[in-house]
DNA sequence: TATGGATAGTTGAAAATGTCAACGATTTGT
DNA sequence: ACAAATCGTTGACATTTTCAACTATCCATA
Protein backbone atom coordinates (compact mmCIF):
# COMPACT_ATOMS: atom_id res chain seq x y z
CA UNK A 1 0.00 0.00 0.00
CA UNK A 2 1.18 3.70 0.56
CA UNK A 3 1.90 5.61 -2.50
CA UNK A 4 1.62 3.53 -5.92
CA UNK A 5 2.84 0.20 -4.70
CA UNK A 6 4.04 -0.22 -8.52
CA UNK A 7 3.56 0.75 -11.77
CA UNK A 8 0.58 -0.43 -11.87
CA UNK A 9 -3.11 1.38 -12.63
CA UNK A 10 -2.33 2.95 -9.31
CA UNK A 11 -4.01 1.07 -6.15
CA UNK A 12 -3.82 4.50 -4.11
CA UNK A 13 -2.49 7.77 -3.14
CA UNK A 14 -1.74 10.09 -0.79
CA UNK A 15 -5.15 12.48 -1.56
CA UNK A 16 -6.07 15.74 -0.66
CA UNK A 17 -9.11 14.95 1.43
CA UNK A 18 -6.63 13.36 3.69
CA UNK A 19 -6.80 16.31 5.75
CA UNK A 20 -10.34 15.99 6.55
CA UNK A 21 -11.05 15.32 10.06
CA UNK A 22 -12.42 11.51 8.45
CA UNK A 23 -9.34 10.85 8.92
CA UNK A 24 -9.59 10.85 12.35
CA UNK A 25 -12.64 8.52 12.30
CA UNK A 26 -11.72 4.98 13.59
CA UNK A 27 -14.91 3.33 11.52
CA UNK A 28 -13.63 5.00 8.13
CA UNK A 29 -10.19 3.79 8.77
CA UNK A 30 -11.02 0.19 9.19
CA UNK A 31 -13.27 0.49 6.04
CA UNK A 32 -10.79 1.81 4.06
CA UNK A 33 -8.05 -0.08 4.89
CA UNK A 34 -10.37 -3.26 5.16
CA UNK A 35 -11.69 -2.80 1.39
CA UNK A 36 -8.26 -2.09 0.05
CA UNK A 37 -6.47 -5.30 1.69
CA UNK A 38 -9.87 -7.12 0.24
CA UNK A 39 -8.96 -6.10 -3.25
CA UNK A 40 -5.55 -7.99 -2.70
CA UNK A 41 -6.51 -10.63 -0.52
CA UNK A 42 -9.06 -12.06 -3.36
CA UNK A 43 -6.98 -11.13 -6.08
CA UNK A 44 -4.53 -13.36 -4.19
CA UNK A 45 -7.01 -15.81 -3.58
CA UNK A 46 -8.81 -16.39 -7.22
CA UNK A 47 -5.47 -18.34 -8.48
CA UNK A 48 -7.75 -21.00 -5.72
CA UNK A 49 -11.35 -20.10 -6.44
CA UNK A 50 -11.41 -18.69 -3.07
CA UNK A 51 -12.40 -15.54 -1.74
CA UNK A 52 -12.47 -13.96 1.48
CA UNK A 53 -15.32 -15.80 3.15
CA UNK A 54 -14.62 -19.20 1.73
CA UNK A 55 -10.85 -18.64 3.04
CA UNK A 56 -12.06 -17.83 6.33
CA UNK A 57 -14.66 -21.39 6.31
CA UNK A 58 -12.08 -22.94 5.29
CA UNK A 59 -9.35 -22.29 7.77
CA UNK A 60 -11.56 -22.95 10.60
CA UNK A 61 -12.99 -26.23 8.73
CA UNK A 62 -8.83 -26.65 8.85
CA UNK A 63 -8.42 -25.78 12.41
CA UNK A 64 -8.74 -28.96 14.17
CA UNK A 65 -11.23 -26.75 16.45
CA UNK A 66 -14.56 -29.08 15.29
CA UNK A 67 -16.27 -25.86 14.78
CA UNK A 68 -20.29 -26.03 14.07
CA UNK A 69 -21.63 -23.63 10.93
CA UNK A 70 -23.15 -21.89 14.02
CA UNK A 71 -19.78 -21.35 15.99
CA UNK A 72 -18.53 -20.29 12.31
CA UNK A 73 -21.75 -17.66 11.79
CA UNK A 74 -20.75 -16.13 14.64
CA UNK A 75 -17.60 -16.36 15.06
CA UNK A 76 -17.31 -14.56 11.26
CA UNK A 77 -19.95 -12.42 11.90
CA UNK A 78 -22.30 -14.10 8.93
CA UNK A 79 -25.75 -14.82 8.95
CA UNK A 80 -25.94 -18.91 9.41
CA UNK A 81 -27.42 -18.69 5.91
CA UNK A 82 -24.89 -17.73 4.44
CA UNK A 83 -22.59 -20.60 6.16
CA UNK A 84 -25.02 -22.58 4.03
CA UNK A 85 -23.81 -21.65 0.89
CA UNK A 86 -20.33 -21.23 1.60
CA UNK A 87 -19.66 -24.77 3.13
CA UNK A 88 -21.91 -25.97 0.27
CA UNK A 89 -19.39 -24.91 -2.71
CA UNK A 90 -16.62 -25.91 -0.54
CA UNK A 91 -17.96 -29.66 -0.14
CA UNK A 92 -18.72 -29.91 -3.76
CA UNK A 93 -15.37 -29.27 -4.43
CA UNK A 94 -14.24 -31.73 -2.16
CA UNK A 95 -12.44 -29.22 0.30
CA UNK A 96 -14.54 -29.62 3.28
CA UNK A 97 -17.01 -32.55 5.08
CA UNK A 98 -20.20 -32.15 6.78
CA UNK A 99 -20.48 -34.68 9.81
CA UNK A 100 -23.47 -34.42 12.64
CA UNK A 101 -22.03 -33.11 15.69
CA UNK A 102 -21.17 -36.07 18.49
CA UNK A 103 -23.10 -34.47 21.34
CA UNK A 104 -25.67 -32.84 19.49
CA UNK A 105 -26.95 -34.22 16.22
CA UNK A 106 -28.76 -31.09 15.20
CA UNK A 107 -25.28 -29.19 14.43
CA UNK A 108 -23.17 -30.03 11.74
CA UNK A 109 -19.22 -29.83 12.12
CA UNK A 110 -17.60 -28.69 9.18
CA UNK A 111 -13.66 -30.53 8.13
CA UNK A 112 -11.43 -29.83 6.04
CA UNK A 113 -10.36 -32.67 3.69
CA UNK A 114 -6.71 -33.87 2.77
CA UNK A 115 -7.26 -31.71 -0.43
CA UNK A 116 -8.82 -29.25 1.19
CA UNK A 117 -5.73 -28.61 4.03
CA UNK A 118 -3.43 -28.91 0.46
CA UNK A 119 -5.45 -26.25 -1.07
CA UNK A 120 -5.56 -23.84 2.16
CA UNK A 121 -1.82 -24.34 2.38
CA UNK A 122 -1.13 -22.63 -0.23
CA UNK A 123 -4.06 -20.42 -0.64
CA UNK A 124 -2.65 -18.91 2.70
CA UNK A 125 0.75 -18.26 1.50
CA UNK A 126 -0.84 -16.25 -1.35
CA UNK A 127 -3.04 -14.53 0.86
CA UNK A 128 0.24 -14.20 3.41
CA UNK A 129 2.00 -12.28 0.34
CA UNK A 130 -1.31 -10.18 -0.16
CA UNK A 131 -1.33 -8.79 3.36
CA UNK A 132 2.62 -7.97 3.49
CA UNK A 133 1.88 -5.70 0.83
CA UNK A 134 -0.95 -4.08 2.60
CA UNK A 135 1.42 -3.67 5.66
CA UNK A 136 3.72 -2.11 3.27
CA UNK A 137 4.46 1.13 4.57
CA UNK A 138 4.63 -0.32 8.11
CA UNK A 139 7.70 -2.18 10.18
CA UNK A 140 7.50 -5.82 10.79
CA UNK A 141 7.09 -4.61 14.27
CA UNK A 142 4.79 -2.32 13.68
CA UNK A 143 2.55 -4.58 11.71
CA UNK A 144 2.20 -6.93 14.41
CA UNK A 145 1.51 -4.17 16.65
CA UNK A 146 -1.46 -3.56 14.80
CA UNK A 147 -2.28 -6.91 14.38
CA UNK A 148 -2.04 -7.08 18.27
CA UNK A 149 -4.53 -4.13 19.08
CA UNK A 150 -6.69 -5.22 16.58
CA UNK A 151 -7.15 -8.33 18.50
CA UNK A 152 -7.14 -6.85 22.10
CA UNK A 153 -9.90 -4.61 20.51
CA UNK A 154 -11.97 -7.80 19.75
CA UNK A 155 -11.32 -9.95 22.81
CA UNK A 156 -9.10 -8.07 25.34
CA UNK A 157 -5.88 -8.73 26.72
CA UNK A 158 -7.01 -12.64 26.94
CA UNK A 159 -7.22 -12.68 22.89
CA UNK A 160 -5.52 -14.92 21.17
CA UNK B 1 -16.39 -4.09 22.94
CA UNK B 2 -14.57 -6.75 24.31
CA UNK B 3 -16.90 -9.29 26.17
CA UNK B 4 -20.21 -8.58 26.66
CA UNK B 5 -20.18 -4.33 26.85
CA UNK B 6 -23.05 -4.44 28.80
CA UNK B 7 -26.42 -6.76 29.80
CA UNK B 8 -27.52 -6.21 26.25
CA UNK B 9 -28.21 -9.40 24.06
CA UNK B 10 -24.67 -10.21 24.34
CA UNK B 11 -22.87 -7.71 21.82
CA UNK B 12 -19.61 -10.13 21.63
CA UNK B 13 -17.93 -12.63 23.70
CA UNK B 14 -14.78 -14.51 23.83
CA UNK B 15 -15.21 -17.34 21.12
CA UNK B 16 -13.29 -20.71 21.04
CA UNK B 17 -12.72 -20.35 17.72
CA UNK B 18 -10.86 -17.73 18.76
CA UNK B 19 -8.00 -19.60 18.63
CA UNK B 20 -7.87 -20.90 15.19
CA UNK B 21 -5.03 -19.43 13.09
CA UNK B 22 -7.66 -17.06 11.33
CA UNK B 23 -7.33 -15.05 14.72
CA UNK B 24 -3.89 -13.54 12.71
CA UNK B 25 -4.99 -12.43 10.13
CA UNK B 26 -5.14 -9.50 9.10
CA UNK B 27 -7.89 -9.09 6.66
CA UNK B 28 -9.87 -11.03 9.17
CA UNK B 29 -9.31 -8.94 11.94
CA UNK B 30 -10.14 -5.53 10.09
CA UNK B 31 -13.65 -7.51 8.95
CA UNK B 32 -14.55 -8.02 12.33
CA UNK B 33 -14.02 -5.11 14.39
CA UNK B 34 -15.09 -2.91 10.94
CA UNK B 35 -18.40 -4.93 11.29
CA UNK B 36 -18.82 -4.77 15.42
CA UNK B 37 -17.95 -0.70 14.96
CA UNK B 38 -20.26 -0.54 12.37
CA UNK B 39 -23.31 -2.04 14.43
CA UNK B 40 -22.44 0.86 17.21
CA UNK B 41 -21.63 3.66 14.78
CA UNK B 42 -25.21 3.37 12.50
CA UNK B 43 -27.04 2.63 15.90
CA UNK B 44 -25.83 6.34 17.21
CA UNK B 45 -25.98 7.79 13.78
CA UNK B 46 -29.53 6.62 13.48
CA UNK B 47 -30.91 9.00 15.73
CA UNK B 48 -30.02 11.68 12.91
CA UNK B 49 -31.00 10.07 10.28
CA UNK B 50 -27.77 9.23 9.15
CA UNK B 51 -25.50 6.20 8.33
CA UNK B 52 -21.59 5.79 7.93
CA UNK B 53 -22.12 6.70 4.56
CA UNK B 54 -24.25 9.33 4.61
CA UNK B 55 -22.10 10.99 7.77
CA UNK B 56 -18.43 10.58 5.52
CA UNK B 57 -19.91 12.87 2.57
CA UNK B 58 -21.86 15.14 5.52
CA UNK B 59 -18.11 15.55 7.24
CA UNK B 60 -15.80 15.93 4.00
CA UNK B 61 -19.06 17.93 2.62
CA UNK B 62 -17.93 19.87 5.97
CA UNK B 63 -14.59 20.01 5.62
CA UNK B 64 -13.42 23.13 3.90
CA UNK B 65 -11.49 21.99 1.73
CA UNK B 66 -14.06 21.95 -1.51
CA UNK B 67 -14.55 18.55 -2.48
CA UNK B 68 -15.56 17.09 -5.80
CA UNK B 69 -18.18 14.28 -5.97
CA UNK B 70 -15.57 12.27 -7.90
CA UNK B 71 -12.85 13.02 -4.92
CA UNK B 72 -14.83 11.88 -2.78
CA UNK B 73 -15.97 8.85 -4.38
CA UNK B 74 -12.11 7.86 -4.75
CA UNK B 75 -11.04 8.60 -0.87
CA UNK B 76 -14.11 7.03 0.88
CA UNK B 77 -13.74 3.94 -1.96
CA UNK B 78 -17.13 4.33 -3.64
CA UNK B 79 -18.51 3.87 -7.09
CA UNK B 80 -19.81 7.62 -8.17
CA UNK B 81 -22.84 6.60 -8.44
CA UNK B 82 -22.96 5.81 -5.34
CA UNK B 83 -22.04 9.45 -4.44
CA UNK B 84 -24.71 10.79 -6.33
CA UNK B 85 -27.59 8.86 -4.10
CA UNK B 86 -25.94 9.90 -0.93
CA UNK B 87 -25.42 13.43 -2.23
CA UNK B 88 -29.32 13.67 -3.31
CA UNK B 89 -30.59 12.76 -0.60
CA UNK B 90 -28.18 15.13 2.15
CA UNK B 91 -29.17 18.23 -0.56
CA UNK B 92 -33.65 16.76 -0.13
CA UNK B 93 -32.86 17.11 3.43
CA UNK B 94 -31.44 20.90 3.05
CA UNK B 95 -27.64 19.42 4.85
CA UNK B 96 -25.54 19.90 2.09
CA UNK B 97 -25.72 21.77 -1.65
CA UNK B 98 -24.14 20.91 -4.66
CA UNK B 99 -22.17 23.98 -6.37
CA UNK B 100 -20.75 23.64 -10.21
CA UNK B 101 -16.39 23.67 -9.92
CA UNK B 102 -15.10 27.72 -10.93
CA UNK B 103 -12.29 26.01 -12.92
CA UNK B 104 -14.15 22.41 -14.17
CA UNK B 105 -17.62 22.93 -14.48
CA UNK B 106 -18.32 19.73 -14.89
CA UNK B 107 -17.81 18.87 -11.10
CA UNK B 108 -19.80 19.56 -8.97
CA UNK B 109 -18.48 21.17 -5.78
CA UNK B 110 -20.41 19.36 -2.15
CA UNK B 111 -20.54 22.02 0.82
CA UNK B 112 -22.51 21.61 4.47
CA UNK B 113 -24.98 23.87 4.60
CA UNK B 114 -25.55 26.15 8.24
CA UNK B 115 -27.91 23.29 9.10
CA UNK B 116 -25.77 20.12 8.15
CA UNK B 117 -22.40 21.39 10.02
CA UNK B 118 -24.95 21.83 13.15
CA UNK B 119 -26.21 18.02 12.78
CA UNK B 120 -22.66 16.89 12.16
CA UNK B 121 -21.24 18.51 15.06
CA UNK B 122 -23.93 16.42 17.14
CA UNK B 123 -24.05 13.43 15.28
CA UNK B 124 -19.91 13.66 15.57
CA UNK B 125 -20.25 13.71 19.87
CA UNK B 126 -22.74 10.77 19.10
CA UNK B 127 -20.05 8.48 16.72
CA UNK B 128 -17.08 9.41 19.46
CA UNK B 129 -18.80 8.09 22.11
CA UNK B 130 -19.79 4.81 19.32
CA UNK B 131 -16.03 4.75 18.44
CA UNK B 132 -14.71 4.99 22.44
CA UNK B 133 -17.37 1.63 23.08
CA UNK B 134 -15.46 -0.30 19.91
CA UNK B 135 -12.31 0.34 21.88
CA UNK B 136 -13.28 -0.06 25.10
CA UNK B 137 -10.51 -2.90 25.67
CA UNK B 138 -7.95 -0.43 25.04
CA UNK B 139 -5.84 2.41 27.11
CA UNK B 140 -6.64 6.10 25.22
CA UNK B 141 -2.94 5.38 24.02
CA UNK B 142 -3.53 2.44 22.65
CA UNK B 143 -6.18 3.32 20.64
CA UNK B 144 -4.50 6.38 19.68
CA UNK B 145 -1.33 4.03 18.00
CA UNK B 146 -4.03 1.67 16.99
CA UNK B 147 -5.56 4.80 15.11
CA UNK B 148 -2.13 6.06 14.32
CA UNK B 149 -1.04 2.68 12.94
CA UNK B 150 -3.99 2.42 10.59
CA UNK B 151 -2.69 5.63 9.39
CA UNK B 152 0.25 5.14 8.19
CA UNK B 153 -0.35 1.72 6.84
CA UNK B 154 -3.16 3.87 4.49
CA UNK B 155 -0.62 6.97 3.59
CA UNK B 156 2.55 6.10 4.90
CA UNK B 157 4.57 8.81 7.74
CA UNK B 158 3.49 11.19 5.81
CA UNK B 159 -0.46 10.94 6.41
CA UNK B 160 -2.28 13.20 8.95
C1' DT C 1 -10.48 27.02 -33.79
C1' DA C 2 -12.23 22.74 -34.59
C1' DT C 3 -12.04 18.06 -33.63
C1' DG C 4 -11.14 13.78 -31.00
C1' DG C 5 -10.50 11.76 -26.83
C1' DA C 6 -10.85 11.93 -21.94
C1' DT C 7 -13.47 12.94 -17.61
C1' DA C 8 -17.52 14.50 -14.21
C1' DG C 9 -21.93 13.44 -12.95
C1' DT C 10 -26.08 10.87 -13.67
C1' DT C 11 -29.23 7.08 -14.72
C1' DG C 12 -30.75 2.51 -14.81
C1' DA C 13 -30.14 -2.47 -15.09
C1' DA C 14 -27.92 -6.66 -13.46
C1' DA C 15 -25.43 -9.20 -10.08
C1' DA C 16 -24.03 -10.01 -5.53
C1' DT C 17 -24.99 -9.61 -0.50
C1' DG C 18 -27.46 -9.00 3.54
C1' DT C 19 -31.58 -9.74 6.33
C1' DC C 20 -35.25 -12.27 8.01
C1' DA C 21 -39.05 -15.42 8.76
C1' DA C 22 -40.40 -20.04 8.53
C1' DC C 23 -39.78 -25.10 8.76
C1' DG C 24 -38.20 -30.05 10.25
C1' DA C 25 -35.15 -32.31 13.24
C1' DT C 26 -33.29 -32.40 17.53
C1' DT C 27 -32.11 -30.99 22.14
C1' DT C 28 -33.10 -29.23 26.81
C1' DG C 29 -35.64 -28.13 30.88
C1' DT C 30 -39.56 -29.21 33.68
C1' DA D 1 -43.94 -36.52 28.12
C1' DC D 2 -44.31 -31.92 26.83
C1' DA D 3 -43.02 -27.08 25.77
C1' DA D 4 -39.65 -24.11 24.48
C1' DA D 5 -35.37 -23.34 22.38
C1' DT D 6 -31.72 -24.27 18.88
C1' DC D 7 -29.37 -25.97 14.41
C1' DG D 8 -29.25 -26.09 9.62
C1' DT D 9 -31.77 -25.04 5.64
C1' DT D 10 -34.72 -22.75 2.32
C1' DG D 11 -36.77 -19.04 0.07
C1' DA D 12 -38.40 -14.28 -0.11
C1' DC D 13 -37.23 -9.67 0.19
C1' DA D 14 -34.27 -5.49 0.63
C1' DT D 15 -30.02 -3.36 0.20
C1' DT D 16 -25.63 -2.74 -1.94
C1' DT D 17 -22.26 -3.25 -5.62
C1' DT D 18 -20.91 -3.13 -10.10
C1' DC D 19 -21.07 -1.63 -14.67
C1' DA D 20 -22.39 0.20 -19.04
C1' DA D 21 -24.37 3.93 -21.21
C1' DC D 22 -25.37 9.03 -21.86
C1' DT D 23 -24.76 14.31 -21.67
C1' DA D 24 -21.98 18.09 -20.71
C1' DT D 25 -17.64 19.74 -20.37
C1' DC D 26 -12.61 19.92 -20.57
C1' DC D 27 -8.11 19.35 -22.78
C1' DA D 28 -4.66 18.55 -26.40
C1' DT D 29 -3.27 19.22 -30.75
C1' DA D 30 -3.47 19.76 -35.66
Known sequence: MTIETQGEPRTEQAHKLVAAS???DLGFLLA???AAGSVLNNRALSEFDLKERSY???IL???GLEPT???MADFLSLDPSQIVALVDELEKRGLVVRA???QDRRAKIVTATGKG???LAQAAEAAGRAETDVLDGLSGEEAAQLKALL???LWGASGA
Do not use: D, M, T, Y
Request: net charge positive.
Open 151 to 153: RKA
Open 56 to 58: SVL
Open 22 to 24: ISQ
Open 100 to 102: AGK
Open 69 to 71: QRE
Open 117 to 119: SRV
Open 61 to 63: ANS
Open 32 to 34: KLH
